[in-house]
């Protein structure tokens, strides 16, 4: 009788487990690729990852299952972290990033012997990206919209650099506020089926915002806007539309 209880105790602990909606988290970069370069010498790879390992609890702690893209040491190309994402069905997709601005705004630098960029002129703030080639972009937007609501109730500006009318920028800003950009050809927003957004955390070569975006308490605060977002996503994107203006 115990082994029959034991059976329908793992069914119902299987069900549940069923029912636990799945994000994909997505650690832009590889470790030999490390996309841009910061003021202290170091790689956005490290920046993402460190920020993804933060969040992944957190997010399991509100009953999300987590799967990322890829570990900490693990190169895996743009094509699968898609698959990932699609073969196991997930319900949101993330991608996390640490931004830098045109060569033109940057110079080369030194930090403890080490190469460095940073901005010649204040390039901050927080910005996020979706595509309209994405199987879902109006669920994407409104992820986007409530992680960059989040953030901004931090007191955090948007980073607007990616709208100048100029080659490598330009592109459509969606949400002026929130910073929220349309990209339709980033090939992780586009390839995914569910809902993805890519948020550029901050601008590691900007000296202020580096340091905003390194402080812990800084750092936390910012997770807990993307875990916010996430946890009232489901009442709060899949019940009404949220208008994007382009
Ligand atoms: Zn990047």
Not at 52 to 67: M, N, R, S
Not at 85 to 100: C, G, R
Not at 215 to 244: D, G
Request: negative net charge; charged residues 20%.
């Amino acid at each position: 009788m115990r082994t029959f209880y034991t059976a329908l105790l793992a069914l119902f602990l299987g069900e549940l487990s069923f029912a636990q909606p799945l994000i994909v988290l997505d650690a832009g970069h590889n470790p030999q690729q490390g996309g841009a370069l910061g003021v202290r010498g170091i790689y956005e790879v490290d920046y993402n990852d460190r920020f993804v390992a933060e969040l992944q609890p957190q997010l399991e702690k509100i009953g999300w299952q987590v799967l990322l893209t890829r570990k900490k040491d693990q190169t895996v190309t743009l094509g699968e972290r898609v698959q990932t994402a699609n073969q196991q069905n997930a319900d949101l997709f993330l991608s996390i990033h640490h931004d830098s601005a045109q060569e033109h705004y940057l110079q080369e630098t030194q930090f403890n012997s080490k190469k460095a960029y940073q901005t010649i002129t204040p390039i901050g703030g927080s910005s996020l990206f979706i595509s309209h080639l994405n199987g879902q972009p109006e669920q994407s937007y409104c992820l986007a919209n409530a992680i960059g609501r989040n953030i901004a109730d931090l007191g955090r500006a948007p980073a607007l650099h990616h709208a100048e009318p100029i080659a490598g920028e330009n592109r459509p800003l969606l949400n002026a506020t929130y910073g929220i950009y349309r990209y339709d050809n980033l090939a992780v927003l586009r390839g995914t089926q569910m809902p993805a957004v890519l948020l550029e955390v901050g601008v590691i070569p900007d000296k202020a915002d580096e340091a905003y975006i390194n402080h812990p308490t800084h750092r936390k605060a910012i997770e807990k806007a993307v875990v916010q977002a996430v946890q009232t996503y489901s009442t709060e994107c899949l019940t009404r539309t949220v208008t994007q203006t382009k």
